[in-house]
């Protein structure tokens, strides 16, 4: 949170000088303005929520599992009474993505930032993600940028190359190893799907709460412009 606000509290302000205004009524850039700040707040409160111990491992929609070439593997050893192995790599794979959410705020305060007035009134009018999408297609290849060298560190210091090689060893037993996987580059896409599935969420929470309404009046209001 930004000190005492929240996204819904900003806009109910904008409806409250939509409502309570009318004569003088609201400009695009001033809707625009809390636009911004609104999805300004919904992506630091996303970071906040991922960033932390479980922010990933304790959220089944997003929790970083075995890449698919092992899954056989990971079936066999734990048959055989192995699953600590497995375990330890996901949990590894998983404390990672946790690491990294922690520096992509300024990233997407960026794009924000940068949002035009045309791109703001096509997301107030929008599907339940078109905030989200946006950000997807404007920051991914930053994010990807940002994140791929602080979770190739995280992988390294919590032992994940080692639960990796261990991983590969056993499956060798069964001649299912998972050669093709680069570590590194399938965690971050892992959690870069994470980031994106946690904004989403964010989003249709804040269109569809209460305050969301001032989003019709938007459109009314500039539905003809």
Known sequence: MAGKDSS???????????????????????????????????TQ??????????????????KILMPEEGKKAEASLNKMGLGRVVDKLILSMNRAAED???GITEIFWEAIK???????????????????????KATS?????KMRPVINNSLANVNATKYWDDFITAA????????????A????????????????AEEKKIRKDPAARVTD?????????
Request: net charge neutral; no cysteine; aromatic share 6%.
């Open 185 to 200: 580059d399938y965690v971050t896409e892992k959690a870069l799907n994470g980031i994106f599935y946690t904004l989403a």
């Open 100 to 102: 990294a959410a922690g």
């Open 114 to 136: 940068n949002m035009s007035v045309s791109d703001g009134m096509s997301i107030l009018k929008g599907s339940d993600d078109a905030a989200t999408q946006f950000l997807k």
């Open 141 to 145: 290849a930053q994010l990807t940028e």
């Open 217 to 225: 009046i938007l459109q009314k209001v500039f539905g003809g412009q």
């Open 8 to 42: 819904q509290t900003i806009l109910k302000n904008i409806e409250k000088q939509v409502g309570g205004n009318k004569t003088a009524g609201i400009s695009n850039d001033e809707v625009i303005k809390g636009l911004k700040e609104a999805l300004t707040i919904g």
């Open 45 to 62: 409160n996303s970071s906040k929520l991922l960033h932390q111990t479980d922010g990933f491992l304790g959220n089944a929609a997003i």
């Open 172 to 183: 060798n037993i069964f001649k299912k190893a998972p050669t093709q996987t680069n570590l």
